[in-house]
């Protein structure tokens, strides 16, 4: 493909985008920038904060993006580092789309992020390197993220080989003193 079709491609691929995807505007962390949910946009990826957030920049700007939908096990977690690891190389291209859906109380844009292999939030659940969330993952897509980590979990890959994984919403709380059975 030529130069100039590639640009030509780019460019009505990121029309499309902002046609198909009406958004509202919140802020968003510190910086205090404007989000435009679900106007997806094109963004580089600078880090990996860990399995499911993201250090990006769009057009110079700093964002903080967190995974929509998905969790993925905390740092010093059993499996952290290597949901960490799977997502640097996932991602090892850089080159982005996000499509933001809220921003969460910490400031970051909750997105659904894809790259030129798929949805990244569900590769890392396909992978076995996280959970769907399921407080907060209730559209349609998510049926099909539950049946992808229950395949994850069938064939014990990724955290799934430990036989009973703490979601992370329990190891936080845990870690807090604040979990209970009851």
């Not at 993925?72 to 690891?85: F, I, L, T």
């Not at 992978?127 to 069938?154: I, P, Q």
């Amino acid at each position: 493909m030529t130069l100039v079709k590639r640009l030509f491609t780019s460019c009505l691929c990121s029309l499309i985008c902002q046609f198909v995807f009406l958004g509202w505007y919140a802020e968003a962390g510190e910086n205090r920038q404007v989000v435009e949910k679900e106007i997806a946009f094109y963004a580089t990826v600078s880090s990996v904060t860990d399995g499911d957030s993201l250090i990006v920049k769009r057009d110079g700007t700093v964002l903080r993006i967190r995974l929509w939908g998905v969790d993925a096990p905390e740092y010093d977690q059993p499996g952290g580092r290597q949901s960490k690891r799977y997502m640097r190389q996932l991602l090892k291209d850089r080159h982005i789309i996000v499509v933001p859906k809220t921003v969460d109380k910490y400031g970051r844009i909750v997105a659904i992020v894809k790259n030129k292999k798929g949805i990244v939030n569900e590769m890392l659940i396909a992978s076995g390197n996280g959970w769907v969330h399921k407080y907060f993952c209730k559209n349609t897509v998510c049926d099909r993220w539950f049946d992808l980590e229950r395949k994850a979990r069938d064939s014990g890959i990724g955290l799934w080989h430990n036989r009973k994984p703490v979601e992370p919403w329990v190891w936080k709380s845990r870690k807090q003193g604040t979990w209970s059975m009851w």
